[in-house]
Nanobody, 123 residues
Framework: QVPLVESGGGSVQAGGSLRLSCATS????????MAWFRQAPGKEREGVAT???????TYADSVKGRFTISKDIDKNILYLQMNNLKPEDSAMYYC?????????????????WGQGTQVTISS
């Protein structure tokens, strides 16, 4: 069983919205620090948003005010609501979990990754 499975990516025009979902295998993932990362061609993978066990969230400066990370503990799903999308948001988006960590720390703490879902924004 694949522990993290992303969905919801697609192609939209600038200014549009998408909601990404990450289905997890259960409480051993969703109850710990979880995050969304993205990687555009030729660029390094970058953190987009994190959510800790107690719901504290952080965002990259580039997405603040436009993206919202949330989780549904009952459904074991992590979400990323993306509004007012820009062409520079185009990337492969990955869900990640830092199992064993209630708070979110460095990238080395993420020990489970999804396969990614592609987001393409046209101008």
């Amino acid at each position: 069983q694949v522990p993290l499975v992303e969905s919801g990516g697609g192609s939209v025009q600038a200014g549009g919205s998408l909601r990404l979902s990450c289905a997890t295998s259960g409480y051993t993932y969703i109850n710990f620090c979880m995050a969304w990362f993205r990687q555009a061609p030729g660029k390094e993978r970058e953190g987009v948003a994190t959510i800790e066990h107690y719901g504290i969230t952080t965002y990259a400066d580039s997405v603040k005010g436009r993206f919202t990370i949330s989780k549904d503990i009952d459904k074991n799903i992590l979400y990323l609501q993306m509004n007012n999308l820009k062409p520079e948001d185009s990337a492969m988006y990955y869900c990640a979990a830092a199992r064993g960590y209630l708070s979110c720390g460095g990238r080395d703490s993420y020990n489970s990754w999804g396969q990614g879902t592609q987001v393409t924004i046209s101008s």
